[in-house]
């Protein structure tokens, strides 16, 4: 007698992906509810050989609700999260809303399972646990094994992110303007303020007063709140690139015990949720195309940073699949913790 189940933003990208791995995990649901907003509700979708009608999110949507998770932007968050924690659902919020809360678990659960330790569905109480960012989950997913056995005292992101990352309109846009560019014509953008085919940019997420953008710092103050550890020195830049659902990561760890390479290889390999792909004589190493629909986070490219002196640093390239472990995955994983 598995609970009862709401998604909150099931026609947008990550609510798609939510039903995907619900099914392929096989998690055990009593019963199914779909919101979404009142553009959506009344249509009708087919899941595992049952039609739904999806409904309007209101508050009245939570009354016997065990588990929501939710993918329907920050500001719905916000309103519907507490008002479906009070009515006693645990929500596991995709959106940044509650993020750096305090009393809020921040969680992957290869990493922290522990910080929503007491949190049970059934119990009668109501909880909100937030899904880290897409770009911070698929870095520590790699980071953290390395970190467990060396401490690392600062890393350096660089990131490739996928259009997936702002959502279903945004891949639409990326196709569309790839067919127009081609055909010569003038493409069109609504999503993003500049050409997206054939070109990168910095992250859309504003920028900040103190130059970095939104992205990059949930990266800086995500990393310390899951690894509670706020001396962990985090810089990252974030780019977007004209790829379709999965992001790529380039990570320098400086760590406070050395940490040779072979061993690093070995650390990751026996990871859970990593495969390592690091095949220098085939020039073979992780691509966001291997890794779209994957669960795997993928690693290669480990190697000891040449500029620090003895094995105190590494450089590795990371891929994972944005809308999968960088989130519905992520959150089903975390829902599978509260049974
Ligand atoms: C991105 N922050 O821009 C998003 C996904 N959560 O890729």
Redesign the pocket.
């Known amino acids: 007698d598995g609970p009862s189940v709401a998604i909150v933003g099931v026609t947008g990208a990550v609510g798609q992906e939510f039903l995907s791995v619900l099914s392929d995990r096989d998690f055990p649901y009593r019963s199914l509810k779909l919101l979404a907003s009142k553009r959506s509700a009344g249509k009708t979708l087919t899941y595992e050989n049952r039609n739904y009608t999806v409904e309007e999110l209101s508050e009245n949507s939570f009354d016997d609700v065990d588990i929501a998770l939710f993918s329907a932007g920050g500001s719905i968050s916000k309103k519907f999260g507490p008002i479906a924690a009070e009515k006693g659902t645990i929500v596991v919020d995709?959106s940044?809303a509650f993020r750096m809360d305090e009393g809020v678990p921040l969680v992957i659960p290869e990493v922290n399972p522990e910080a929503m330790e007491g949190i049970k569905v059934k119990s009668g109480k109501g909880a909100l646990i937030a899904n880290p960012?897409?770009?911070t989950i698929i870095c520590l997913m790699a980071a953290t094994p390395l970190h467990r056995r060396a401490n690392v005292m600062r890393m350096v992101v660089s990131t490739y992110?996928?259009a997936?990352?702002?959502g279903a309109a945004a891949m639409e846009e990326l196709e569309l303007q790839t067919r127009e560019v081609l055909e010569g014509k003038e493409p069109t953008c609504n999503i993003f303020k500049q050409q997206y085919a054939f070109n990168l940019f910095s992250?859309?997420?504003p920028v900040l007063p103190n130059g970095y953008n939104e992205?990059e710092m949930?990266l800086v103050k995500e990393t310390r709140k899951i690894w509670n550890n706020m001396n962990v020195k985090v810089t990252a830049t974030?780019i977007?690139v004209p790829v379709m659902r999965a992001?790529a990561e380039s990570v320098n760890l400086q760590f406070e015990s050395p940490l040779d390479e072979d061993t690093a290889r070995e650390i990751l390999r026996n990871a859970p949720g990593v495969v390592v792909i690091d095949d220098r004589a085939a020039n073979s190493f992780p691509t966001p195309l291997q890794v779209s629909n994957k669960d795997d986070v993928a690693v290669g490219r480990i190697r000891q940073d040449v500029s620090q002196d003895g094995n105190y640093g590494l450089d590795i390239f990371v891929c994972g699949d944005?809308i999968r472990k960088?989130?519905a995955l992520n959150a089903v994983q975390i829902a599978e913790l509260l049974l």
């Open positions: 995709n940044s960012n897409c770009s992110q996928a997936s990352g702002a992250h859309n997420a992205e949930k974030c977007r992001h944005q960088g989130a």
